[in-house]
């Protein structure tokens, strides 16, 4: 079983920039895709990102392509969400998953997840 914690959310302006950590425990992840989500109130998840621990590979939606920047770092068994021009648009809450299903961004498809992260972008 695999336990996901996210963090670095906050509050941030719009045009700035934060990173999100997917720290995971209970069992290597370098079997997995990872994919990062988020909801905003009265909105359905949007899969934003995914990357495969195994070989790298990387997917991301049109939304965030160009602004956010998934990566890894196998040895930490972390991933990190890099978020860039934030827009007012992007506020909601942030949750990583896995799975062992190859390069998927749709969250039915998820084993595990964390409990999310809220990034607010406001003035």
């Known amino acids: 079983q695999v336990q996901l914690v996210e963090s670095g959310g906050g509050l941030v302006q719009p045009g700035g920039s934060l990173r999100l950590s997917c720290a995971a425990s209970?069992?290597?992840?370098?079997?997995?895709?990872i994919g990062w989500f988020r909801q905003a109130p009265g909105k359905e998840r949007e899969g934003l990102s995914c990357?495969?621990?195994?070989?790298?590979?990387?997917d991301y939606a049109d939304s965030v392509k160009g602004r956010f920047t998934i990566s890894r770092d196998n040895a930490k068994n972390t991933v990190y969400l890099q978020m860039n021009s934030l827009k007012p648009e992007d506020t909601a809450v942030y949750y990583c998953?896995?799975?062992?299903?190859?390069?998927?961004?749709?969250?039915?498809?998820?084993?595990?997840w964390g409990k999310g992260t809220l990034v607010t972008v406001s003035s």
């Open positions: 209970g069992s290597s992840l370098d079997s997995y895709t």
């Open positions: 998953a896995s799975t062992m299903t190859t390069m998927t961004r749709k969250d039915d498809a998820m084993d595990y």
């Open positions: 990357i495969s621990m195994s070989d790298g590979s990387i």
